[in-house]
């Protein structure tokens, strides 16, 4: 998943990481010493253990071969890997054995230079001349070793996974805001072109002194143009100020025909012919809120229809529908037309505010919206009071 980030997400987006991934560190290490404490400890336990057990069975041999008078067999003691084991006297003297070290007989256990425990045990109490029987181990040190290795790799192994799924989850939550800045853009650069085509048409129409009525009219439609870009602008910005509206009783029929004047000569250049069937219907809101919806939706299927063209527009039994011969939406963009800065198509026209605040002021209104819509053939737009 590739994300183009601006300086200021980028910045965000390495102190997220530094911040995940720093804390992750610390506590896995933190788990990974105390894991290791812990595993160490249990080794520890477990050898002791067995030299107390290994030990403790020499010692009845010892014990056993003196009462009994019988001969000591130590043939088998060391011959093991496992185990050095010696055997000393009153004196501390070593009688026999394979353990060279020096042994420090006032501790029952002590650790050498090599991390090897030796276990001194004092069971067998001079019999057949033995005081003293020192033991050691070889595989503490090995299996700490094999410990620390089984650590780090598990350690690595985890903290790269972590480290992957930190670096996925910072793209995942940067995407969203990339893609709002992306749509703001696009807002931007579209309202720039909205505002440009009838400004210039006004500076065009205004270089000579004397306008013709053709000029005329072109001036006063591209202000009208402007001054609908100003409302839907003003409208999705100031949506605050709803509760300082006046809601009236409006005849919808009147409303739609007094807007329908304004758009003709816009259907006119593109030679598209709207059919009206209108019965009288009365709705409680405010005014502009519904000239908002009549025009949003109307602008639409004159801007997106094709040249020479058809628009009906009925209102019957509460249900004010207006279809097109148009471009049509794609299906699976039908849920999206009403999220704010959406465009469902790429062809000039709109800067995806329309339609949003269409869905907006349906929703304050409790007006029921239903798109029905088909590529290259058209779209209906049905809404039920």
Same mark, same amino acid.
């Given at each position: 998943?590739?994300? =183009?980030? #601006?300086?200021?997400?980028k910045?965000?987006?390495i102190?997220?990481?530094?911040?995940?991934?720093?804390?992750? !560190?610390i506590?896995?290490?933190l788990?990974?010493?105390f894991?290791?404490?812990n595993?160490?400890?249990?080794?520890?336990?477990l @050898?002791?253990?067995?030299?107390?057990?290994? *030990?403790?069975?020499i010692?009845?041999?010892?014990?056993?071969a003196h009462?009994?008078?019988?001969?000591?067999d130590?043939?088998?003691?060391l011959?093991?890997?496992?185990?050095?084991?010696?055997?000393y006297?009153? $004196?501390?003297?070593?009688?026999?054995?394979?353990?060279?070290?020096?042994?420090?007989?006032?501790?029952? &256990?002590?650790?050498?230079?090599?991390?090897?425990?030796?276990?001194? =045990?004092?069971?067998?109490?001079?019999?057949?001349?033995?005081?003293?029987?020192?033991i050691?181990?070889? /595989?503490?040190?090995?299996k700490?070793k094999k410990?620390?290795?089984?650590?780090?790799? !598990?350690? +690595?192994? @985890?903290?790269s996974? &972590?480290?992957? +799924?930190?670096?996925? !989850?910072?793209? /995942?939550?940067?995407?969203p &805001? $990339?893609?709002?800045?992306?749509?703001?853009?696009?807002?931007?650069? =579209?309202?720039?072109?909205?505002?440009?085509?009838?400004?210039?048409? &006004?500076?065009?129409?205004?270089e000579?002194?004397?306008l013709?009525?053709?000029?005329?009219?072109?001036?006063r439609?591209?202000?009208?143009?402007?001054s609908?870009?100003?409302?839907?602008?003003?409208?999705?910005?100031?949506?605050?100020?709803?509760?300082?509206?006046? @809601?009236?009783k409006?005849?919808?029929?009147?409303? +739609?025909?007094e807007?329908l004047?304004?758009?003709?000569?816009?259907?006119l $250049?593109?030679?598209?012919?709207?059919?009206?069937?209108?019965?009288?219907f009365t709705?409680?809101?405010?005014? =502009?809120?519904m000239i908002?919806?009549v025009n949003?939706?109307?602008?639409?299927?004159i801007?997106?229809?094709?040249?020479a063209?058809?628009?009906?527009?009925?209102?019957?039994?509460? *249900? !004010?529908?207006? %279809?097109?011969?148009g471009?049509g939406?794609?299906?699976?963009?039908?849920?999206?037309?009403?999220?704010?800065?959406?465009?469902?198509?790429?062809?000039?026209?709109?800067?995806? @505010?329309? /339609?949003?605040i *269409?869905?907006h002021?349906?929703k304050?209104?409790n007006i029921?919206?239903?798109v029905? %819509?088909k /590529?290259?053939?058209g779209? #209906?737009?049905?809404?039920?009071?």
């Amino acid at each position: 998943m590739v994300i =183009d980030l #601006t300086v200021s997400e980028k910045r965000t987006f390495i102190r997220f990481l530094f911040l995940y991934l720093g804390s992750s !560190l610390i506590l896995l290490l933190l788990i990974a010493f105390f894991y290791f404490q812990n595993e160490k400890r249990l080794y520890f336990d477990l @050898i002791k253990s067995n030299m107390q057990n290994t *030990v403790s069975k020499i010692s009845s041999k010892i014990i056993f071969a003196h009462m009994t008078e019988t001969s000591f067999d130590n043939s088998n003691l060391l011959n093991t890997n496992e185990y050095k084991i010696s055997f000393y006297n009153a $004196k501390k003297e070593k009688i026999f054995g394979n353990l060279d070290k020096k042994i420090d007989f006032s501790k029952d &256990i002590m650790q050498d230079e090599k991390e090897h425990f030796i276990l001194i =045990d004092k069971s067998t109490l001079g019999h057949l001349g033995v005081f003293y029987i020192a033991i050691e181990e070889n /595989l503490f040190s090995k299996k700490v070793k094999k410990l620390k290795i089984d650590i780090c790799l !598990l350690f +690595i192994f @985890i903290y790269s996974f &972590i480290s992957l +799924i930190g670096f996925y !989850l910072a793209k /995942l939550f940067l995407k969203p &805001i $990339k893609e709002e800045r992306e749509k703001l853009n696009n807002f931007i650069k =579209d309202t720039t072109h909205e505002l440009n085509t009838p400004i210039s048409a &006004i500076l065009m129409s205004t270089e000579k002194t004397n306008l013709t009525q053709k000029q005329v009219e072109r001036v006063r439609l591209s202000a009208k143009r402007v001054s609908e870009i100003y409302k839907d602008l003003t409208y999705i910005f100031l949506q605050e100020n709803d509760e300082n509206k006046v @809601i009236e009783k409006l005849k919808i029929n009147k409303l +739609i025909e007094e807007q329908l004047e304004y758009f003709e000569p816009l259907a006119l $250049k593109k030679r598209i012919k709207i059919k009206k069937d209108l019965d009288e219907f009365t709705y409680l809101a405010n005014k =502009d809120d519904m000239i908002r919806v009549v025009n949003n939706l109307v602008s639409n299927a004159i801007k997106y229809n094709r040249i020479a063209g058809n628009i009906e527009i009925s209102l019957k039994n509460s *249900v !004010l529908k207006i %279809s097109d011969t148009g471009i049509g939406i794609e299906e699976e963009k039908q849920k999206n037309i009403y999220n704010r800065y959406y465009r469902a198509t790429s062809e000039q026209g709109g800067f995806g @505010i329309g /339609l949003n605040i *269409v869905g907006h002021i349906c929703k304050k209104y409790n007006i029921k919206i239903e798109v029905n %819509s088909k /590529l290259k053939k058209g779209t #209906t737009f049905t809404l039920r009071f």
